[in-house]
């Protein structure tokens, strides 16, 4: 086998692990945001219990593209591959932090009477999970046209935090028995708004990783719109 099979099919193992990582913090999320809406609290520790596998696959990852860099050199698009790569793993790894912290306020809550009907709460879920699930698939076929879609959802998550938190406001102001629970459903709806941001951040890596364009902030988003028309 040449060095060049055998550092392609090192990329291929990468990748895989990378997905095998993403798919624990889908089911991280999907696990603690469920747990909440069905008052679930062996769905949470599930997710808590399942906190560990993530980070350590996030060590064998980041291992494994140190070892890439040291030994291969890889230049131009490999290099942007692995490099990137390495970011999108300490994204993933924070998405599971926001899940084991909904997790945890899901215990808390469903201890106590339900303040409000969870509407709004699994549509940010739902749009956080399909940003993530896009967004690696933008990353396994270097589809730079499918991550900037996800970098567009990100502002329907940041829409529906502001209406939850404003809702949770007026049952605060009108009766103070409330403050505790809304604060924290404030929270979960806090930590949903984060996980959009870190799938916006892997998408950002990965309009870089293949078009070597930088549109960290947006900055660059309406410049490169007008250049697909």
């Known amino acids: 086998m040449d060095v060049h099979t055998h550092f392609q099919m090192e990329l291929e193992k990468l990748k895989k692990n990378l997905l095998k990582m993403a798919a624990l913090v889908e089911e991280a999320i999907s696990n603690a945001v469920q747990s909440l809406v069905k008052r679930d609290s062996g769905l949470a520790k599930k997710t808590l219990e399942g906190e560990d596998r993530i980070n350590k696959l996030e060590i064998t990852i980041d291992d494994m593209c140190l070892k890439l860099l040291a030994l291969r050199q890889p230049l131009a698009a490999d290099l942007r591959f692995i490099t990137s790569a390495m970011k999108i793993i ?10 084991v912290n909904i997790a945890e306020r899901a215990i808390i809550l469903n ?20 940003m993530i699930k896009d967004v690696l698939n933008a990353f396994v076929s270097s589809d730079s046209k499918l991550a900037l879609s996800v970098c567009e959802r990100d502002d329907m998550v940041d829409g529906l935090n502001d209406q939850v938190f404003r809702e949770l406001l007026s049952y605060m102001i009108s009766d103070p028995k409330t403050i ?3 604060v924290h459903l404030m929270i979960v709806c806090r930590c949903l708004e984060r996980i959009a ?6 998408a950002e890596d990965i309009i870089f990783m293949v078009d070597a364009l930088v549109i960290k902030h947006h900055a660059n988003v309406k410049k490169r719109k007008k250049k697909k028309k």
């Open 197 to 202: 941001d870190h799938a916006t951040n892997i």
């Open 180 to 182: 505790a629970r809304a």
């Open 111 to 130: 201890k106590e009477p339900q303040l409000k009907p969870y509407i709004d709460i699994p549509k940010m879920a739902e749009i956080a999970q399909s």
């Open 90 to 99: 300490t994204d993933l790894e924070r998405i599971g932090d926001q899940a």
